[in-house]
Each structure stands twice: as C-alpha cells, then as structure tokens.
C-alpha cells in the first residue's frame, strides 16, 4: 500500500439502457400513467475491476470501442461513481477526458484556462499568474479570446494538454485526446508526460495508438468488455493485442 498512486476494488460500473426505443415525451407518459412499464437492461461498463498502480509508474490502457477505458479514467478521476467497489487515490489528479470535457464551448479560451483549472483545484489568482505560460504552451495565442466552438479539435486538445499539465500533478490521467495534436504539439507533449513521469508522476494513457503506447509506458492493461484481460509489459500486450 505504501507507495500506491491509485487502487480500485472491485469496481463495478452500471448503465440503464433503454430498452426500447420511446419516441415521444407524451408516450412516455402515457406508458407511465398506464403503469406500463418502461423497460431498461443494466449494462456493465466496468465489472468487478480491481488493480493497483505503483507511485511513479506510467500505464497504458487499450482495448476496443466501448472496453470501458474512458469509464474507467471518469470513474478513477472521479467524475462518474463506481456502481461498486472504491477508488483510492493518493495524491492531486490531473484529468484530460475526452475532448472538450471541463470546457464551455460559448466561452473563451482564455476563460476556459479559469474554468478548467478552477476544476482541477487551482484559484483565479494562481491562473492569472499562470495564463501566459499556459497560453503560450497552447500555441493559440492568436485565437485565445475566441469562443472555443470556433476552434479545431486539435485546438481545443492543445489547451486542455495546457492547463492540466502547467503544474506537475501526482497522477496525470489523458483519454486518447493527444491524438488529435499535429506532431509538433504530439512532441512537446509526449516530452511533457516523460519529464513529469520522471520526476515522479504516475500517469495513466488510453490510446489506440502502439506506438504513443510504447513510447511512453512500461506496463499496459488490456481491457475487454468491462475486464482486465491482460496486464504486463508493454511489448507483450502489445503483441497479444494486435494478433
Ligand atoms: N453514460 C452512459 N450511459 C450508458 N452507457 C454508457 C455511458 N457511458 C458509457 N457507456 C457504455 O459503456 C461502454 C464503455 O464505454 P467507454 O466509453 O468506457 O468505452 P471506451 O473503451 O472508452 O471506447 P472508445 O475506444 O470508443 O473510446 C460502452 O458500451 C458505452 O456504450
Ligand atoms: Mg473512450
């Protein structure tokens, strides 16, 4: 337990499904006053999870749409509650979800820098101090008072990338997003995640690119409908993965 970063128990994470498909507000009404019951399934994103990662490692996840690797960072990241089972973390978590989660699409970029960072614990004051920096990191100076509906995805990743990293956090947890970066930006970020992780930062990285894998973990889960299938070094699963 000493030196763990992040351990889950048992996770369970369940979804209502709907079953059928309930065309109107109205219908469902009627169905509800004639006691017709609306008909759901539960699915399970995540099942019976459980594993630990060591302070200052740097994991990957991969496996298929819908394994349930981005359930799993929400749920490690605490932005969706396990159904079962506990998440222990030790330490300040950055998350970069998915593109645009923690973002207004009607702000600014520069508000979005208070927005996001207010999310990951930091006070106006501390931003302010700290908005140069991260808009310069960005690259988007030029458009950074512009609503970010108005911006390309990569865009939008790059700020994210920005404000979540400016700070060395214990725990950086990226879904995916880096993908949408030019190379130039796939650069200075991968070289970000390498300084930080040697410096002692746990990281953990969805990715379903092998090489951003590669590159920059030592050990990978491989996830399969809401199971850990696998977990080892990076080039066993890797080649497992893919054959
Ligand atoms: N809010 C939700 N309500 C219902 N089902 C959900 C919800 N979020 C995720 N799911 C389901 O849980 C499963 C896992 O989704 P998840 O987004 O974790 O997959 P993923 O491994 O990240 O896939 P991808 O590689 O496509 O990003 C999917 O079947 C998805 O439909
Ligand atoms: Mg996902």
């Known amino acids: ?22 065309p109107t507000l109205q219908e469902y009404a009627i169905r509800w006053l004639k006691r017709r019951s609306v008909s759901f399934s539960d699915f399970n994103a995540l099942n019976n999870v459980s594993f630990s990662i060591k302070q200052g490692a740097t994991v990957g996840i991969i496996g298929a749409n819908g394994a349930g690797k981005s359930t799993l960072l929400k749920v490690i990241s605490r932005v969706i509650r396990p159904t079962y089972g506990r998440v222990f973390l030790r330490g300040r978590i950055a998350p970069l979800l998915e593109l645009g989660a923690g973002f207004d699409y009607e702000m600014t970029g520069r508000e979005n820098i208070f927005l996001n960072g207010a999310v990951l614990g930091f006070n106006r004051k501390d931003i302010a101090s700290r908005l140069d920096r991260i808009v310069e ?62 410096n002692g930062s746990t990281i953990l990285v969805v990715s379903h690119n092998p090489s951003a894998i590669k590159q920059l973990c030592n050990d990978v889960i491989w996830l399969q409908h809401g199971l850990i299938k696998m977990r080892g070094s990076v080039d066993d699963i890797i080649n497992y993965y893919s054959s």
């Open 137 to 198: 990191f960005s690259g988007i100076s030029e458009f950074i008072d512009a609503p970010i509906r108005t911006y390309s995805s990569g865009m939008v990743a790059r700020l994210g990338f920005a404000v979540a990293t400016d700070v060395q956090p214990d725990i950086l947890v990226i879904d995916e997003i880096l993908s949408v970066g030019d190379v130039e930006f796939q650069k200075k970020s991968a070289q970000r995640i390498l300084q930080y992780s040697n």
């Open 1 to 22: 337990m000493e030196n763990t970063a992040i351990q889950l128990n048992d996770v369970t994470v369940r979804f209502r499904i709907p079953h059928e498909k309930i």
